[in-house]
């Protein structure tokens, strides 16, 4: 191992790029992006935490190019996955799960990336504020608002963009589920409850399962309990559709073996709280 990954790199993360959409043989070098974007992503130490192989945050990123211009500029949606070991066990659990259809970006030919959080790139200040929202959740995971300064890292990215004509950066009242949205309520006091059951959830409830699932089941729906009631106050419902997309199939596993009536109130949070997946959860009702 080389004295620079030796530190300890946060992520392991996995980059699939699909060019089907585009035409001519002019793009092909886009193949060249996805090594391109893994080694900037895995070899830059992205926090002060020194993380071990097996502690490296394991992230898949699906990259879609639907259109290119012959000045290199790009249009692609893109999906983020990110997942975490769950303690005791061989299994790993979805944190969080997060698409964006909106990323535009130049990538002439032999560009190098940079890593540069004082001046904006369309390119890498995507791909920056994306890492560090990743690691804000999967900090919050293990510790109860650990992920506040990677949020805030995402934050001031965003501050970046804004000052920039970028695409994909501002406030849009066509469609609320944007980054704008996304980071400004992650950074918000009156979502710090919802970010607080990430902590239970994970921590106190999947991290114990395996020792104590009675237990863990109370702590899951502690948790359960805390996102109903952050969502009966809030305004908008993006972050915890988030949470219920990367979690619905998991939290119906979790109580599918529960006594009945821990089985029961389960679904009656998820009723008034997730009506989205409310397929994954009719099997609680029997």
């Given amino acids: 191992m080389s004295p620079f990954t030796s530190k300890g790199q946060e992520f392991d993360c996995t980059v699939t790029v699909n060019i089907d959409q585009l035409e001519g043989s002019s793009f092909n070098y886009l193949e060249n992006l996805k090594p391109t974007l893994e080694n900037y992503i895995n070899e830059y130490q992205w ?14 990123i699906q990259v879609a190019i639907n ?16 997942q975490r070991p769950i303690y005791n066990t061989t299994a790993k659990t979805t944190t969080v799960l997060l698409s964006d259809n909106a990323w535009q970006f130049s990538y002439p030919e032999g560009k190098s990336l940079i890593h540069d959080e004082l001046q904006f790139d369309a390119l890498t200040g995507f791909i920056d504020f994306y890492c560090y929202t990743m690691l804000g959740y999967d900090f919050d995971t293990f510790s109860e608002h650990g992920g506040d300064p990677y949020f805030g890292k995402a934050q001031n990215i965003l501050n970046l963009a804004e000052s920039t004509s970028a695409i ?10 944007n980054r704008n949205t996304m980071i400004t309520d992650l950074v918000s006091s009156n979502y710090r409850p919802l970010r607080t059951a990430y902590y239970r959830y994970h921590r106190l409830g999947l991290d114990q399962f395996v020792t104590d699932p009675e237990i863990a089941r109370e702590e899951i729906l502690s948790a ?7 969502k009966r106050r809030s305004t908008s419902n993006f972050l915890f559709d988030i949470f219920f997309d990367a979690k619905a199939r998991e939290i119906a596993a979790v109580f599918d073996e ?29």
């Fill in 47 to 60: 926090t002060e935490q020194d993380f071990a192989e097996e502690e490296r945050i394991d992230c898949q």
């Fill in 67 to 82: 259109s290119g211009t012959s000045d290199y500029t790009f249009s692609a949606e893109v999906v983020f996955q990110v």
């Fill in 168 to 177: 994909g950066w501002t406030r849009s009242t066509n469609n609320r589920r």
């Fill in 224 to 230: 359960l309990k805390t996102i109903q009631e952050t």
């Fill in 258 to 286: 529960a006594e009945t009536d821990v089985r029961l109130e389960a679904y009656d949070v998820l009723q008034d709280t997730d009506k989205g997946h409310l397929s994954e959860y009719e099997s609680l009702q029997n």
